[in-house]
């Protein structure tokens, strides 16, 4: 089945950058996302990317696509303490249904 | 634009009692659709809808029911509620599903059923 999986946890010191990865099972996929959960709160989609581009950047966020192997990344530039959320990467499948990975929580050390 | 506005925020229902959720945009979206969140299994869309008077299945639809009757408005409503229906529902809409644009999420209701 489809699927999208990402890790569950990442730490990251303030200043440095974070990198979050996700991989994908549709190789039909069309669109790819990144939200932003932060506590007690709806889903923000922070950026997207479609699936005929490698590279797309937005002020501190560059998002990674290699299409060959499936594999999504979020980079966040000099991270810092109000980028403490979770992270979601979902991709819209070929039923034009968007799929959600189980979220990577970023924690941010001082 | 108030965006996607959800109520009420919170909720405790008994075994058995139903209720309806409400999600409402005001963005002349197409596409809406609603999703539970629970801790480790991501979010799971419950039902969606691709317009008035269209709505479909999503991945986990058991016990849920939806309408849309109009453009701006998508109820959720819970038939007989169970405590494994105890979540946080997250409702959610967008120009149109092949739209590589935001699709724009509520707050949020947080159901609890004892």
């Known amino acids: 089945g489809e699927d999208v999986e990402q890790s569950l946890f990442l730490s990251v010191r303030e200043g440095d950058s974070s990198v979050i990865n996700c991989t994908y099972t549709?190789?039909?996929?069309?669109?790819l996302y990144w939200y932003k959960q932060e506590p007690g709160a709806g889903l923000q989609l922070l950026t997207y990317?479609?699936?005929?581009?490698d590279m797309k950047q937005d002020q501190r966020l560059t998002v990674l696509l290699n299409k060959k192997d499936k594999h999504l990344s979020l980079r966040i530039a000099d991270t810092q303490t109000g980028d403490s959320a979770i992270y979601f990467c979902?991709?819209?499948?070929?039923?034009?249904?968007?799929?959600f990975g189980k979220g990577t929580r970023l924690h941010i050390l001082p | 634009n108030a965006g996607v506005t959800q109520t009420p925020k919170f909720q405790v229902l008994k075994t058995g009692q139903s209720m309806t959720l409400q999600c409402a945009q005001d963005?002349?979206?197409?596409?809406m659709s609603w999703y539970r969140q629970d801790p480790g299994m991501g979010l799971r869309l419950i039902h969606y809808?691709?317009?008035?008077?269209?709505?479909d299945q999503g991945e986990v639809p058991n016990g849920y029911n939806v309408s849309r009757s109009t453009t701006e408005d998508f109820p959720l409503r819970l038939l007989s509620a169970a405590p494994s229906q105890t979540s946080v529902y997250f409702c959610?809409?967008?120009?149109?599903?092949?739209?590589?644009?935001?699709?724009?999420f509520g707050p949020g209701t947080r159901l609890l059923v004892l």
């Open positions: 959610a809409s967008s120009y149109s599903s092949e739209t590589g644009g935001a699709q724009y």
């Open positions: 549709d190789s039909s996929s069309t669109y």
């Open positions: 990317i479609f699936s005929n581009m």
């Open positions: 979902a991709e819209l499948n070929r039923d034009d249904k968007i799929i």
């Open positions: 963005m002349n979206h197409e596409y």
């Open positions: 809808s691709v317009g008035a008077g269209i709505t």
